[in-house]
């Protein structure tokens, strides 16, 4: 079985769950955080155990990182939603903060914008 590498995005405490379980997967060869500021995505790197970065695009331009899943604070996810699937990642989003960020994402995510 090929194992695929794949991010985290939020390393909050559901951040922290989602990272503990791609770690426990033996489907995943390797896990990066991202946090938007540096120091803590530093700290919580290290906590984790996990490379973590507060480069975003660093993850959309790798092309090794097949997987991302959002644990991000939610009025983030649609933005990250939308640059993450254009980038060619396949995309964990567990909720939108409300139907209208859903909408939202569907407009934003056709081909005609």
Not at 16 to 37: F, L, M, N, R
Not at 65 to 83: G, M, P, Q, W, Y
Request: charged share 35%; with cysteine.
């Amino acid at each position: 079985m090929k194992k695929i590498n794949v991010a985290v995005l939020g390393l909050g405490d559901m951040g922290a769950t989602h990272v503990k379980a791609a770690k426990d997967s033996p489907c995943i060869a390797s896990v990066v955080g991202y946090e938007p500021d540096r120091e803590r995505a530093r700290q919580r790197g290290k906590e984790l155990g996990i490379k973590a970065t507060n480069d975003l695009k660093s993850i959309l331009d790798d092309p090794e990182i097949k997987f991302v899943s959002i644990a991000a604070v939610n009025e983030v996810h649609c933005d990250l939603t939308v640059r993450l699937l254009r980038a060619g990642k396949a995309v964990m989003c567990e909720r939108s903060e409300e139907r209208r960020v859903g909408k939202e994402c569907r407009s934003r995510w056709s081909p005609y914008h």
